[in-house]
């Protein structure tokens, strides 16, 4: 996979993992004994407001057919797009545009990089969050060196980093202020 992708494919991970990490902390798990929350009625398209229609477009043909809970998930997410700022709407438009135009084999290898990622601990996932943001935070031509090195790297080479460097490797320490304790 080339370097420009790496960054891509980082974001991509993150971004798909926000909406399943807010879903999580929105719906907790009702307490034991109490029932799960009532099945939502199935809204046809017919039923959707102009505004809802015109963000779950490309489900229309779709829309009749999902199961009430999908078609509820569905409205959920139309209602945070609406109240995200366009500069967001625009940086996801860019990101699906990026997806469709993926080859089948690189959507494979993101999809299998966003279970990598979906396994990692907290923890990793925060380490892994800030090394992202300080590579995309680098001076183009230092972000250009790290990319270039990478390039040049031999299919093995690039695995093995993968494999076993750490979300910090390869990169700028953390600024002053974000060293862990116990650190110099």
């Known amino acids: 996979m080339p370097m420009r992708r790496v960054p891509l494919v980082l974001a991509l991970l993150l971004a798909l993992a926000a909406p399943h990490a ?8 009702p307490p034991p004994g109490q029932a799960e929350p009532p099945m939502p009625a199935p809204r046809p398209w017919s039923a959707l407001s ?11 043909h779709d829309w009749d057919t999902f199961p009430p809970q999908r078609q509820s998930k569905m409205l ?7 109240s995200l700022p366009p500069e967001r709407r625009a940086e996801i438009r860019e990101r699906i545009e990026r ?7 690189e959507r494979a290898e993101a999809r299998r990089n ?4 979906q396994d990692l601990s907290p923890e990793q996932r925060a380490k ?23 390039q040049s790297q031999t299919p093995e080479q690039r695995r093995d980093a993968v494999d076993h460097l750490g979300p910090n490797d390869a990169l700028p320490p953390p ?4 060293k862990p304790p116990g650190r110099p």
């Open 50 to 60: 102009a505004d809802e229609k015109d963000i779950l477009a490309p489900l229309a």
């Open 128 to 150: 892994l969050h800030d090394a992202f943001e300080r590579f995309r935070n680098l001076p183009p031509a230092q972000r250009q060196a790290l990319m270039d090195r990478w």
């Open 22 to 29: 807010a879903m999580a902390q929105d719906r907790p798990a």
């Open 76 to 82: 959920d997410k139309a209602q945070r797009w609406r």
């Open 99 to 105: 997806w469709q135009h993926m080859t089948p084999e």
């Open 114 to 117: 966003r279970q990598k990622f």
């Open 175 to 178: 600024p002053e202020g974000d």
